[in-house]
């Protein structure tokens, strides 16, 4: 699915020239039950 950066990240003036930081976009699902959950977790 790609990559995206933190959607509740607040940047400064500053940063808006600078590239962010993105993380991939991977979702994980199960086969028997259909429960699906996002597959990459941020470091915190």
């Not at 607040?10 to 940063?15: A, G, R, Y």
Request: charged share 15%; glycine share 6%.
């Amino acid at each position: 699915m790609g990559f995206s950066p933190i959607s509740d990240q607040i940047l400064t003036k500053d940063q808006l020239n600078k590239p962010e930081v993105t993380y991939p976009i991977t979702i994980n699902s199960c086969m028997d039950c259909g429960f699906c959950q996002l597959g990459f977790v941020v470091p915190p």
